[in-house]
């Protein structure tokens, strides 16, 4: 399957996470909706979900009002959305390929496909990375994709349900989460609540849930300055977290985590949350040059090596000048990155010049549930400020809003947030399925 003969010029945005969508819709709006231009959005999966976000649905705590249906979103906003995998690039031809997509038995659903572009944007996040560790991708579960978190979240329900009714044993079901970065620091908070509330929600016999983080950094949230960092470290450490700091692991097996200081920590879950990188099928894109960790090498215009190529978001190595090493692989880069890039791609097809992007680091926070929120925020005027509590909760709350506005508008951004609060008042506060 081509689309050769549309003389349109062709977008083709691979990835549909927070930047990824976000361009393609904007793309729409000026450009799809006028016919100037044909926008076509290429992801794996049929709905998103703020990346930020995948460890609440991992923890069963996330309100499914809160996924965008692809299709849908591409309807209202005037660009097209086809479901598949990318697996290859022919540059001289300006063609992507596209693996088939089975059905959960194996069959074929829709074939292997070819698509053509005029300008060809990368948006396909990042997956963990395992760094070689044995045992790491057999027995960790992983929260990358949408799919792996409900995955995530159906084994903890069923394996604390078999805990609860194997007898009287008193053994407690054991969470290991290898990684204190902001994913697994958020995780284990809300998996701290959902023990609560999976025993309020009266199982015949409740279990007793053990969490426990191992990092090899000697604090957890090692991006973060020290004070906010031990913050952190308290509030969890009063939540009853069990943190194994400055410790190396080394192997993983089905029982359990082995640390390089020969302790083998036993655990019934297993979450990697240590390190990221491209997806490996990126080390090869037609000779597209990346980085040790798969990123495509970009420069401050967001283009490749290519001149019809460009990459956003996670997945793109981009330079941050004035310090070194490149742009974080954060959300509120991939935002603002989309919003330069629509700039460039408008530009480009109006004979003009690409935007240059500035990265404007508005500092880290991290949230630890319905407890705290604790973070630094940065500015021209302010420097960096460290935030806690109410403050730092609104600021978290508001990047989200953020990304919201972006794709949904102010009005139905508005609306969606006075509907799930209604929502919530009525529905369990945790799924059970």
Same mark, same amino acid.
């Given at each position: ?46 709905? !998103? ?16 009002? $809160? ?19 990318? $697996? ?7 063609? @992507? ?9 194996? $069959? ?16 396909? #996040? +990042? ?25 995530? &979240?159906? =084994?903890?329900?069923?394996?604390? @349900? ?25 995780? +284990?908070?809300?998996?701290? $609540? ?21 990092? /090899?950094?000697? &604090? ?9 960092? =031990?913050?952190?470290? &308290? &509030? ?30 036993? /655990? ?66 991939? !935002? ?10 408008? *530009?480009?097809?109006?004979? #003009? ?26 500015? *021209? ?46 529905? /369990? ?5």
């Amino acid at each position: 399957m081509t689309d050769k003969n549309n003389k349109k010029h062709k977008i083709v945005i691979v990835g549909g996470g927070t930047g990824g969508l976000e361009l393609a819709t904007s793309l729409g709006h000026k450009l799809g909706k006028k016919s100037l231009a044909e926008v076509t959005l290429l992801d794996a999966t049929p709905t !998103h979900i703020w990346k930020p976000l995948l460890h609440e649905v991992a923890a069963g705590t996330l309100d499914e009002s $809160e996924q965008i249906e692809y299709l849908a979103q591409a309807y209202r906003n005037h660009f097209r959305f086809r479901l598949g995998k990318m $697996e290859g690039l022919n540059r001289k031809k300006k063609e @992507i390929y596209v693996s088939p997509t089975l059905s959960d038995s194996g $069959e074929e659903l829709i074939p292997r496909r070819t698509f053509s572009y005029d300008t060809l944007v990368m948006s396909v #996040g +990042s997956i963990s990375n395992t760094f070689g560790i044995k045992g790491a991708a057999e027995h960790c579960l992983f929260l990358d994709t949408t799919v792996q978190a409900f995955k995530f &979240q159906k =084994q903890l329900v069923e394996s604390y @349900i078999k805990k609860s009714h194997v007898g009287k044993t008193g053994k407690s079901l054991s969470i290991v989460i290898i990684g204190a970065g902001a994913t697994g620091v958020e995780l +284990s908070a809300q998996l701290y $609540e959902v023990a609560h509330l999976l025993a309020i929600y009266e199982l015949d016999e409740s279990s007793d849930v053990k969490l426990t983080i191992i990092e /090899a950094a000697t &604090q957890v949230l090692p991006a973060l300055p020290g004070k906010l960092a =031990q913050a952190t470290q &308290q &509030q969890l450490v009063k939540l009853g977290v069990d943190l194994k700091l400055g410790r190396r692991v080394v192997k993983v097996t089905k029982e359990g985590i082995h640390t390089h200081d020969g302790e083998v920590i036993p /655990a019934d879950l297993k979450v990697w949350s240590a390190g990221i990188k491209a997806p490996d099928w990126m080390k090869d894109l037609d000779g597209l040059e990346v980085n040790k960790i798969n990123q495509l090498v970009v420069d401050e215009t967001l283009k490749t090596s290519d001149d019809d190529i460009f990459a956003l978001g996670d997945c793109a190595a981009c330079p941050w000048p004035g310090h070194n090493g490149n742009v974080p692989p954060r959300a509120q880069a991939a !935002h603002q990155q989309a919003s330069t890039l629509s700039k460039s791609i408008i *530009n480009r097809l109006q004979g #003009g010049n690409l935007v240059k992007y500035a990265y404007l680091d508005y500092g880290s926070l991290v949230a630890l549930g319905k407890y705290t929120t604790v973070g630094n925020l940065m500015g *021209n005027l302010m420097g960096s400020v460290s935030v806690g509590g109410f403050i730092a909760r609104v600021v978290y709350l508001s990047l989200y809003k953020m990304h919201q506005v972006a794709i949904h508008g102010y009005f139905r951004t508005a609306m969606l947030t006075l509907s799930n609060l209604f929502r919530r008042s009525a529905h /369990a506060t945790i799924k059970m399925h």
